[in-house]
């Protein structure tokens, strides 16, 4: 039988901040005039487009703009100020703490040997225009941007998911996606697979990474031991005094002459 399905949608609704968690301090804001090539850059950038806020952060330019102009602001930092590589495109999940995406683009001018990093926010529901037009690298990038966070691209020439298959539900790069999948994310490969008919025979599928099985008899597992390959699961543990005997350019270990030594020297 199924386990009852347990809504995930406020998980992100506890506080951000507690005694647990080690908050790491934010880092400092410099203004665009400490660099000449970045005060020019803002400057014609300026002249352009009206942009929200530009700094410097760890010696690069970052650049808060106004999500419809994407396409046209990276077009302008391509052609005219030389910034030829972008490098990575994604987005950051603040929805439960401001109902918006962060988009950012990561270019590299190889000329000037600078990086500028161009972000914008978005809401939830919210499409964002391609730049495949002026990165053909934004291609792959975007699709995964859809299929982790589910963040919609305009007039993207493939617009599909990348990594998950069509029919997968949720988006598992946002936060409130349980780290070990959902019910529908247990059952999927059984569904697919065997059909839903075999989900009692089965099983749900094990995402827990840590699992170990006490009854596996192939992966030689156990818990505080290790056993051979097809042992029953109550076997007693290996008793092993030799090692590397079929190895012939590797020297026999023989545990009888082996030295525990109480503390490093």
């Not at 936060?175 to 059984?190: R, V």
């Amino acid at each position: 039988m199924m386990r009852p399905y347990v809504p995930k949608d406020n998980v992100q609704k506890r506080s951000y901040y507690t005694d647990r968690f080690w908050v790491a301090p934010k880092i400092e804001e410099e203004d665009v005039s400490k660099d000449e090539v970045f005060a020019k850059d803002v400057e014609a950038l300026k002249s352009r487009f009206e942009i929200e806020k530009a700094f410097l952060q760890r010696g690069q330019l970052i650049v808060y703009i106004d999500p419809s102009l994407n396409l046209e602001v990276l077009r302008f930092f391509k052609e005219e100020l030389q910034y030829d590589m972008l490098m990575e495109l994604s987005a950051v999940d603040y929805l439960s703490r401001s109902g918006e995406f962060e988009v950012f683009y990561q270019l590299l001018s190889l000329s000037k040997r600078k990086r500028a990093r161009i972000k914008c926010l978005i809401k939830e529901d919210q499409a964002i225009e391609s730049v495949n037009p002026v990165f053909r690298s934004a291609d792959w990038s975007e699709r995964e941007m859809f299929d982790m966070f589910g963040i919609k691209v305009n007039n993207h020439p493939y617009f599909k998911r990348i990594l998950m298959p069509e029919d997968w539900v949720g988006y598992p790069l946002r936060k409130s996606y349980p780290l070990h999948g959902d019910e529908a994310a247990q059952w999927y490969e059984i569904d697919k697979i065997f059909g839903k008919e075999y989900r009692e025979v089965v099983g749900p599928e094990i995402r827990d990474a840590a699992w170990v099985d006490p009854k596996d008899t192939e992966n030689f597992a156990r818990y505080g031991h290790e056993v051979p390959k097809g042992a029953p699961y109550d076997s007693e543990p290996m008793e092993i005094e030799s090692f590397n005997e079929d190895a012939p350019l590797v020297e026999t270990f023989d545990l009888k002459k082996s030295k525990i030594v109480d503390r490093d020297r």
